[in-house]
């Protein structure tokens, strides 16, 4: 018996005891925000983070300026690769499968009839003439404080069902993410306060 | 059914009978005993041994034909040649001779200077769940035969106290007695099936067309089959290896309705000399997406093959054995089933948001699971003198898991992929029965040494770990005319260490969870080791309170189990279920101490079998979300959403419950079998009812049992109304739904047999689910996404050759 095991002691394998962290590309870390103010003026990036992807993440308060309007454009990354990779590229190659939606009491727009400091508005289509959300226009709407989030769905289609359609964004708007297909390849929470200028 | 009992006495040869395919006839009658001589090749070692045949009974009486059974190989030639003697007064049905078939035991004593002729004894129909001082049911060939084409789970459903843990696809898991696979020990010929059992939608990897019975043993029994039994055992064993020169098989084909689903199966054997037989044999399952009542359950087609090969040489008294086995699944994991955070999920709840838009087709997309498991075996079986049997085997067992999630085109590959090898080697010992006075006493032991790896590479789930287990038992049992005793004790340790890199250690130790755990850094690598020290021991009793009618049954049994990976190490979101869960590495093994009583009846209108258990589980893993200090639930905050922290947490448990089935008028033209199960478990300290343990269930099916006619022979048309009761007991706040309603369920089935000059031909019709009744199974994976699959009906043939 003592032959048998030793037999089984050689064939084990050394994948055993040298673990490797692997994600095969999918996973997303990190969501960075930018707001260049349309009149000009230097960029504002906010990023909400988890780069060891184990639910501690660090999340910059967004300050935004009343009376400004921006560009808002999103990036996702994999900060856990090395280097960081950025996941946006993949998502704007696959634009047809995917949407970000932005929600909150901080914000009022197609995905939100919150009364919210920010109006958001789309800026960008895929193919099919359907809103992206990597480039947004955002206008601020008075001072205060509330919560934006940030939602990256991933819309692939089921067997011959296509799950992105238009009216997604008012669809979450009046019933949830519950009301739309796919599911969220990543959905952060940002505090947000508009100062007065 | 005739009682069969186990008191090997010495006394005059016994005769019961059960007929073996045509349950409704009167059995042939011994009338006439063979002379029995025990072989001179034996003479030397001095072996008792038992041996069983199979004899065709024909309408005279007269033997047609002896096939040998099982027993040793030594008396093997000599128990043929006395089957072959015998005489009989034919099976009888409405007063007309049929032929028949008829399993005779036959024991062998070596003569003593006292006895100058050897000892013997002849029984008819012996009943090895009888035997079992657990609640035991055994479903034989012809039953297996009737669920061909279905998952494992799904061919022991039907015993009473066993239910179903739905899978996505076409895959499901056993619960016995309200304990899940990972409480539950399944062995296929002997050897423990080792995979990734604790997952929701990893069904048991064993293919039911390979067996020629499964035994579904009901509560603790650690001892004899080893750690990780505390719940039951599934004893899948192949037919026995064709003995007899020449070509033997057994073909089947099925088609069902729902899904589309076709399966063939082929197993052909071969002898080409008295002492080699070899085996080769399988089958491949496709089914396209299924249908609940209203919709289509999108992406649940599936794609299975098994194959399997054997060769059994048996030189002189000993048998050599060689086997592989090879279970090939792909199958889909239905398009509701989305890892979303707890807002979506209520959302969903109802009815799938996409339901109309899915159609049904044979396309397996992502999210999709690909599982092989390779088996082989090497045993080899012999005797040691006038003192037993020995067994001892080698296996080897790979299992490779794959799960693809939707992702985006870019990515490639699997997001889990989990490999798990195992080597195992069993030695067991029988010890020949020996006869004191009106007492007999046979008993055995064994020893077994398992290595074991596990590499896992994907999203954050679990560690790779290896683990090394020994362990080693006795068990001893004493019969006396009605009465018997069987006790066992068994010893475990098992030692196993996680390798985490560093990343993954980091994360555990910021949460705290490495408390009780010493983990010490290789290079990159956190090596943390663990050991398990585990005792088993049971004690049982038989008792023919009324000979032939009344039996009694009672098992007390304490068995433990090493807690899973995913238990320990899990820190991530469960690809199936909308949590972040955390494993608490310091667990102890679980250990259950249980009490079960049975009661067999058995009268020429009645057959019944009923059971209670009370089981303590101590250091229960339940997985259970977390609460903070305050009593508020806890969150995980991730960039998918913010999700409830569950956690594995220890608690000790009561399992009580009774299940039974009762047969009325069982060999008559009508017939009526009912069946149930109750199951309760609450955790002590609180008395709250644990979540996940199924609901009451009962069954009733009627019988009818026409006469033959014309080459038809054995028709029977069954309907049956299954009641899935409501699980009402458990606090709606521990979970994320409430439970399903009940349902009511009409089934219906018919079958016969045609044997022609060449083969038996088989058929069989079913129908499940006939009134489409939309319903969900509080224990299915399926049951906060979609509603359970509808009607089905299946077609089959099958013919034996």
Known sequence: MRLVLLAAMLAACTDTTTPVDTNEGELITTVELTFAPVGGGEDLVFTWGDPENDGDPAIDAIQLSDGVDYTLSVRFLDELASPAEDITEEVADEADEHQVFFTGDAVSGPASSAAGVLVHRYADTDMNGLPIGLDNEIDTDGTGTGTLTVTLRHLPPEGNAIVKVEGLAETVASEGFGGIGGDSDASVDFPVEVVAR | ?801
């Open chain 2, 1 to 801: 059914m005739w009682l069969w009992w186990a008191a090997l006495a010495l006394a005059e040869p016994t005769v019961g009978g059960e007929v073996v395919p045509a349950a409704e006839t009167e059995p042939p009658v011994l009338l006439e005993q063979a002379s029995l001589h025990y072989p001179e090749s034996a003479l030397a070692e001095g072996v008792h041994g038992s041996v069983t045949v199979r004899v065709h009974v024909g309408e005279s009486g007269a033997v047609q034909d002896v096939s040998f059974v099982e027993g040793p190989e030594v008396f093997r030639l000599e128990a043929l040649r006395a089957g072959r003697k015998l005489v009989f007064a034919p099976a009888t049905r409405d007063g007309q001779p049929v032929p028949a078939l008829i399993d005779v035991y036959f024991h062998f004593a070596p003569p003593e200077h006292d006895h100058p002729e050897p000892v013997y004894e002849i029984v008819v129909g012996a009943d090895g769940d009888r035997l079992d001082t657990h609640a035991r049911e055994t479903l034989d060939e012809a039953v297996l035969d009737q669920s061909s084409g279905e998952s494992l789970a799904d061919t022991v459903e039907g015993v009473a106290g066993v239910e179903l843990a739905g899978g996505a696809a076409d895959t499901a898991k056993p619960i016995i007695r309200g304990q899940v696979e990972r409480r539950l020990l399944l062995l296929y010929d002997g050897i423990r099936h080792e995979s990734q059992k604790w997952g929701p939608d990893h069904a048991p990897e064993i293919d039911p067309f390979s067996a020629g019975s499964v035994s579904v043993v009901k509560g603790a029994a650690g001892v004899r089959y080893g750690p990780d039994a505390i719940g039951g055992v599934i004893l899948v064993e192949p037919p026995a290896m064709r003995t007899e020169r020449g070509v033997g098989g057994k073909a089947l084909l099925m088609g069902a309705a729902n899904g589309r689903k076709g399966y063939a199966a082929l197993r052909l054997d071969v002898t080409p000399t008295d002492d080699l037989s070899l085996r080769v044999e399988g089958n491949l399952a496709r089914s396209a997406d299924r249908l609940a009542p209203d919709y289509v359950l999108g992406n649940t087609a599936s794609r299975l093959l098994n194959l399997g090969a054997a060769a059994e040489w048996r030189p002189g008294s000993s048998v050599i054995k060689v086997a592989w086995r090879r279970y090939d699944l792909a199958a889909g994991i239905f398009y509701g089933i989305t890892n979303s955070t707890p807002e979506d999920f209520g959302n969903q709840l109802e009815r799938p948001l996409l339901a109309d838009a899915w159609t049904s087709t044979y396309a397996i997309d992502r999210p999709r699971q690909s599982v092989t498991h390779d088996l082989f075996s090497a045993r080899f079986e012999g005797h040691l003198g006038s003192y037993g049997d020995v067994a001892v085997t080698y296996a080897a067992q790979i299992n490779h898991r794959q799960e693809f999630e939707q992702v985006r085109d870019t990515v490639e590959g699997p997001q889990y992929d989990f490999v798990l090898r195992t080597h195992s080697v069993d030695a067991a010992f029988t010890q020949h029965t020996h006869a004191f006075g009106h007492a007999a006493a046979e008993g055995g032991g064994g020893v077994q040494v398992s290595f074991q790896e596990n590499v896992y590479r994907g999203l954050p789930l679990v560690p790779n770990y290896r683990s090394l287990s020994a362990g080693a038992h006795v068990w001893e049992r004493l019969s006396f005319d009605h009465t018997a005793i069987e006790g066992g004790l068994r010893y475990d340790r098992v030692g196993r260490t996680a390798y985490l890199t560093e990343s993954t250690w980091e994360r555990h130790d910021r949460r705290g969870t490495l408390d009780g755990v010493s983990c010490t850094f290789v290079g990159e690598v956190a090596h943390c080791p663990r050991g398990f020290d585990m005792a088993s021991a049971s004690l049982g009793g038989l008792w023919q309170a009324v000979p032939d009618v009344v039996d009694v049954k009672l098992d007390l049994s304490t068995a433990s189990r090493v807690p899973n990976t995913d238990e320990q190490w899990l820190n991530g979101s469960a690809p199936s279920f909308p949590v972040y869960a955390l494993g608490t590495p310091d667990l102890s093994p679980e250990t259950t101490w249980g009490v079960s009583p049975t009661v067999g009846l058995s009268l020429p209108w009645l057959d019944a079998e009923v059971g209670a258990y009370a089981n303590l589980v101590q250091n229960y893993v339940l997985f259970a979300p977390e609460r903070t200090e305050d009593g508020q639930l806890a969150f995980d905050t991730t960039i998918r959403g913010t999700f409830p922290r569950y956690r594995f947490d220890p608690v000790d448990a009561l399992f009580y419950g009774a299940d039974g089935r009762v047969d009325l008028a069982p060999q008559g033209l009508l017939g009526l079998t009912l069946s149930g199960s109750l199951v309760r478990a609450q955790e002590l300290a609180s008395g709250e009812h644990l979540i996940g343990i199924v609901g009451d269930r009962g069954r009733i099916t009627g019988h009818l049992r026409p006469p033959d006619a014309g080459p038809m022979l054995d028709p029977w048309v069954d309907v049956s109304l299954s009641a899935i009761g409501k699980q009402a007991r458990v606090d709606p706040a521990l979970d994320f739904a409430p439970p399903p309603d009940g349902a009511l369920l009409l089934g219906a089935a018919l079958g016969v047999s045609v044997p022609t000059r060449a083969v038996d031909l088989d058929f069989g019709l079913e129908a499940v689910n006939l009134t489409n009744t939309r319903y969900r199974e509080y224990t299915s994976l399926l049951r906060y996404y979609a509603d359970m699959p509808g009607r089905d009906v299946r077609l089959r043939v099958g013919a034996t050759f």
